[in-house]
């Protein structure tokens, strides 16, 4: 069998999988770079360039409630993703109450910053703001899931299960090194610094707010239940007729629901 193309985006979230690559050596998988993030990471599934992807949660559960066709294998980072919000340096806009009624520009239509903007507006009690234009503050919007998965398409030739099993276990080990404590004092630091050229204060900061799973072999499926309803509330996703089964969305043959 040929290694699995493992899809993923070249940033600082994806250090752990950098490692695993790098000894790896390309025997089980290799790695495709896919800068435009989780829809040019779904695209690429489907269209055959990559069979296990790491992206966003929330793109990854709405592309498979809207009948995408690959499943959730794993987990990858289980901390919230913080959405910026930037306006102007001198902008009249100071905090989330000032931006009633006002314009939000974003990535694309159906992307993780239109959602975000919707979550925001539900939380605030808005209408809902859409539009293309943005300026430059501060604001911070977690999202109320863990941001990162991990899926591979539905495909027995392209996805094996046991080459898929042995992706996530192996995985695990190093999310596991990589998130420890001896390793965020003074491994993790330079290896993202050398990897992103990032300032040492910065690395720091980020990883006091990164966490990552003990066990990417394994998905929380009440978190599954919760996520499928605020993409339904926000109009991202539509309820099938049948209601929704957190299984649908996982290759039960690949990964723990629990």
Wanted: proline fraction near 6%.
């Amino acid at each position: 069998m040929p290694p699995l193309r493992v899809g993923y985006v070249r940033e600082h979230f994806a250090s752990p999988l950098l490692q695993y690559a790098e000894d790896d050596g390309g025997k089980t998988f290799t790695l495709v770079s896919c800068p435009g993030g989780t829809g040019q990471i779904i695209k690429a599934l489907e269209d055959d360039q990559v069979d296990v992807v790491i992206a966003l949660t929330d793109g990854l559960i709405a592309g498979i409630a809207k009948g995408k066709p690959y499943k959730l294998v794993g987990s990858y980072v289980s901390t919230p993703l913080n959405w910026a919000i930037v306006t102007g340096k001198d902008s009249k806009h100071n905090s989330r109450a000032d931006l009633k009624g006002t314009t939000f520009g974003i990535s694309r239509f159906g992307s993780g910053s239109e959602l975000m903007v919707k979550l925001m507006a539900r939380q605030e009690r808005w209408v809902k703001g859409d539009g293309e234009e943005l300026e430059d503050i501060d604001f911070k919007v977690p999202t109320p899931w863990p941001s990162w998965m991990i899926a591979a398409h539905t495909s027995p030739e392209r996805c094996p299960r046991d080459n898929v099993i042995n992706f996530a276990a192996t995985l695990t080990s190093y999310v596991n090194d990589f998130d420890s404590e001896a390793s965020r004092k003074v491994k993790d630091v330079e290896f993202i610094k050398k990897q992103f050229g990032y300032p040492e204060e910065d690395i720091k900061a980020w990883l006091e707010t990164v966490g990552y799973p003990t066990d990417c072999t394994k998905i929380d499926g009440s978190m599954l239940v919760r996520t499928l309803s605020i993409l339904e509330a926000t109009g991202a996703i539509v309820r099938p007729p049948s209601g929704f089964d957190p299984e649908d969305l996982t290759n039960i043959e690949t990964v723990r629901v629990e």
